[in-house]
Nanobody
């Protein structure tokens, strides 16, 4: 059983900052990728940022991706089984429910699945 628990969502004025957290726990062999998605009312869910761990390379080797809409303002990072999203210079268009996603290999070493957090609300009034 794998669970992802998110926290950090809040109401923030334009130009403010927030830091979202997502902690994965349970039967985990390896987390190969973690990321953040967001979905605003009446809009399609979109990818915000990802951080991946290469199968070959040093333990600290990572790759990151950012949507153009957040590049230069948001930063994704990872510590063990927790992924963070530092959000600076927030805009009203950032208002959405933010969902954590993790790609996890279970202890059998063969099965890879995607798991989702419960979502956390970020509101930036206009």
């Amino acid at each position: 059983q794998v669970q992802l628990v998110e926290s950090g969502g809040d109401l923030v004025q334009p130009g403010g900052s927030l830091r979202l957290s997502c902690a994965a726990s349970g039967s985990i062999f390896k987390i190969t990728a973690m990321g953040w998605y967001r979905q605003a009312p009446g809009r399609e869910r979109e990818l915000v940022a990802t951080i991946t761990s290469p199968l070959i390379g040093s333990r600290s080797a990572t790759r990151t991706y950012y949507a153009d809409s957040v590049k230069g303002r948001f930063t994704i990072s990872r510590d063990r089984n927790t992924v963070y999203l530092q959000m600076n210079s927030l805009k009203p268009e950032d208002t959405a429910v933010y969902y954590c996603n993790s790609r996890i290999i279970v202890p059998d070493g063969l099965t890879e699945n995607d798991y989702w957090g419960q979502g956390t609300q970020v509101t930036v009034p206009s």
